[in-house]
């Protein structure tokens, strides 16, 4: 039986960004995108009241194989954590593209199949693909 029950953020709620950005990429440049973007969203009237303090830059996570990760977290009110994060996200967005800040590019393997087009014999062969280099 459950006899206490303790609501942690009744006050307040967060929402964890993870910035995964490629290992060129300047980390402090980051770092100034997303201040520039938590203070841009802190004075839009639509979501400042939602936004109960500045953003916690809690700095370089971890190494990922293609990327680096900065995490932030913002403080919102309890149940506003997700509308100001996803705003949050899509300013986000804008602002590294705009700072030519790249994200990761991995690379994935690609499989090439042929199929013969229509009445043309199946014993043909596909053409060599070109290599770049």
Do not use: C
Request: glycine residues 4%.
């Amino acid at each position: 039986a459950v006899s206490t029950v303790i609501n942690m953020t009744r006050e307040y709620s967060h929402y964890l960004v993870d910035v995964w950005v490629a290992y060129d990429q300047d980390t402090d440049a980051v770092v100034a995108v997303l201040r520039e973007v938590d203070a841009e969203l802190r004075g839009d009237t639509t979501y400042a009241d939602a936004i109960l303090a500045p953003i916690d830059v809690l700095g370089l996570d971890r190494f990922e194989e293609t990327a680096v990760v900065v995490r932030v977290r913002l403080t919102t009110k309890p149940l506003m954590q997700w509308t100001v994060g996803r705003e949050f996200n899509r300013r986000l967005k804008v602002r590294l593209a705009a700072h030519h800040i790249a994200p990761p590019l991995g690379q994935r393997p690609v499989f090439v199949t042929a199929v013969p087009a229509p009445g043309a014999s199946s014993q043909a062969e596909a053409p060599p693909m070109q290599e770049r280099g």
